[in-house]
């Protein structure tokens, strides 16, 4: 029998050390629940150094995560740079397995673990960050049984993520990152709510992370193949059926919400055209340069015949480098209307 009451879930990115040091310092020190952090970090990170920080606010034991580590109630585990962070039988599972949502660790892998094995005893925490990473998490949890509380986006340094939940996912409550600590104190006085049965799809989601690789029969039963391609590896894309932020995976496992999935397309255009460029640019001074060589012998034929190719190409580059600055534009115009 486990001895915790909640696992509660924090999810954050950009500006995120800052807010969850300031949620934690307002936990309660006989806080009956274990809680898991997944912090987006550059894989140069020192999770210890920030463990260090977080201890210096509460007097929880703080922790990075390691593998089979056993979750114990007045703990917090941060997720280490680099791994995604799941929970199963009452321990912590470490894996390397693809990105989702070009992180790792994901909110998403977390949140989704966690509503699977520990249901209507989740809640779940998204403060500040950018992108969308927590929103199919957060839905995971509120589709177990589960608590949803965001941050108010107004509130927060970086507003997309907790914007996102709310645009996709019905949560319990968005309030002011000082709030929170009270509203999950409040909480874990009252009755937890009703158990319910975790989703066959949800369970089939994190069976794939936890091994790695999609079992394309069991892919099948949670999304239709799609005309679209993994950026991260060139496989094809299946889309999930019925999720409310629209996400994409492939057979090895990638995850792309997607907004993030346009982002990334958009992305591989630009460095298409920039090979372009750069291979036309080449080409151009190769023909002068042989014009050069051809005017110096005489060859005043050739040498012009070397000009006027140059010229032309020269043309295509000024197109081409037009094509990509309208690119960016439309894609900075889409980026305002959308934020």
Request: proline share 4%; charged share 25%.
């Amino acid at each position: 029998m486990e001895e915790f009451r909640n696992v509660i879930v924090l999810g954050a990115s950009a500006g995120g050390i800052a807010a969850l040091s300031s949620l934690i310092s307002g936990l309660p020190d006989d806080l009956d629940a274990a809680v898991l952090v997944v912090l987006h970090l550059s894989r140069k990170s020192n999770a210890d150094i920030i463990i260090t920080g977080f201890k210096k606010q509460t007097t929880l034991n703080c922790q990075v995560a390691s593998e089979g580590a056993k979750i114990r109630k007045r703990h917090l585990y941060l997720a280490p740079p680099e791994h995604h962070i799941i929970v199963r039988n009452g321990q912590i599972h470490l894996t390397q397995g693809p990105h989702e949502n070009k992180y790792r660790p994901s909110i998403d892998v977390l949140f989704r673990s966690a509503a699977v094995h520990y249901g209507h005893r989740t809640i779940g925490v998204v403060l500040t960050g950018l992108l969308d990473d927590g929103t199919s998490g957060m839905s995971a949890i509120k589709k177990a049984g589960g608590i949803c509380i965001v941050q108010d986006p107004s509130d927060a340094e970086y507003g997309d993520m907790p914007q996102s939940v709310l645009n996709n996912t019905e949560v319990d409550y968005k309030v002011s990152l000082a709030m929170i600590p009270s509203i999950i104190e409040v909480l874990m006085s009252r009755p937890l709510p009703p158990e319910q049965a975790v989703p066959v799809e949800l369970q089939i989601e994190a069976d794939i992370t936890q091994n790695l690789m999609s079992d394309l029969n069991q892919l099948k039963k949670i999304a239709d193949r799609s005309d679209f391609i993994c950026p991260d590896c060139g496989g094809g894309l299946w889309a999930v059926k019925d999720d409310p932020i629209h996400r994409y995976r492939c057979h090895t496992g990638h995850v792309y919400t997607e907004r993030l999935l346009a982002e990334e397309q958009v992305q591989g255009i630009e460095e298409s055209l920039w090979v372009s460029i750069r291979m036309l640019e080449e080409r151009r001074n190769l023909l002068l340069l042989m014009r050069t060589h051809d005017d110096q012998a005489g060859n005043l034929q050739l040498a012009e015949a070397n000009q006027g190719r140059a010229i032309e190409i020269d043309r295509h580059i000024k197109r081409l480098k037009q094509v990509l600055t309208k690119l960016v534009s439309d894609v900075r115009d889409s980026e305002q209307e959308n934020s």
